[in-house]
């Protein structure tokens, strides 16, 4: 089973958010109930990476989240530039595995997520990556429907750079 970050974002946003072995767990259910299927590894990872890079998917601290208890690792969740899509054969992941929705603070999910996005801002800026730095601009309007950011300082450092 190859997941998009699209299908990563669904399969998350079914209990707030997962842990990275709690989403291992969920598609590893879902590729099997997909008649056996197996998770190809290799190919989660890069696509896990790319969604964090692109922000379909946000690392969140464990203390973003306020119901129903904190987990002991940092969550992955549905990011602001995610069209959330549960894949084939994961609807019923929620009633297999022994996790509670969990509710997010926006504001520290918010806040987690600029930090990220202003090192990505930094590396693209350094860098010169116009096409990043294009793709960066963009996000920032995403970022700020998502969670209650102020990112004009971002957005100015970035068109100075593009200039």
Known sequence: ????????????DLFGGLTRT??????????FRADG???NETALEETIDGALAS?????????AVTAPSEP???LLVAGPTAFPTVPDHA???PHILDVERRELDRTALGESARERFDD???EATESADEERLSHLLDVSYDLEAWAPLDLAPARRTISEALE
């Open 37 to 39: 299927q197996s998770v």
């Open 55 to 63: 922000f379909a998917l946000v690392r969140s601290p464990p203390t």
């Open 72 to 74: 002991t690792a940092p």
């Open 1 to 12: 089973m190859d997941a998009t970050a699209d299908e990563l974002a669904g399969v998350v």
């Open 120 to 122: 990505a801002v930094a």
């Open 91 to 93: 609807e019923d992941v």
């Open 22 to 31: 709690e989403l291992d767990r969920a598609l590893s259910e879902a590729a």
